[in-house]
């Protein structure tokens, strides 16, 4: 059978949940997966444990077992924790240069909206054709109808 190598950093992170995991079920879970890392490497648990210690720089020191110190939440400092300073009152004038800008863009809008030639709807051109030529079949009607009129 062929000697099959221990994932150090792998080990390294289930042992890391195994020691210090914030819960027990985490603890256990670490537990768990550093058992299947040494498996796969042809280890028990313990054998891999002591393997991963030989290479330590403080190997002869017994660990400190985490259930007898008590847990505080990580003091972590993160970037976007830091309060940003209060935003600058809007102004009336700068109100009324916002209104001004944008009442000048609305106006460009329309005058290009204008000049731009609008696309006839065949639905409609067939609605209105319609009706044109209904009303001079009224009005052709109306004119053969009418009486004569005087000379003047």
Known sequence: MAARILDRDR????????????????????????????????????????????????????????????????????????PRPAPEPVTVEELRRQKATDEARRKKATARARRRPQAADPDWEHWSGEVREAQAARDRDWAQRRPPRAAD
Do not use: I, N, Q
């Open 11 to 82: 080990f390294a992170k289930c042992r890391a949940l195994m020691e210090r995991g914030a819960t027990p079920g985490e603890r256990a879970a670490g537990r768990a997966a550093a058992t299947r890392v040494a498996a796969a490497a042809g280890l028990s648990l313990a054998d891999a444990l002591v393997l991963a210690d030989a290479g330590r720089p403080d190997a002869g020191r017994a660990p400190a077992p985490d259930h007898d110190r008590p847990r505080r939440p990580a003091e972590r400092t993160y970037a976007w924790a830091t």
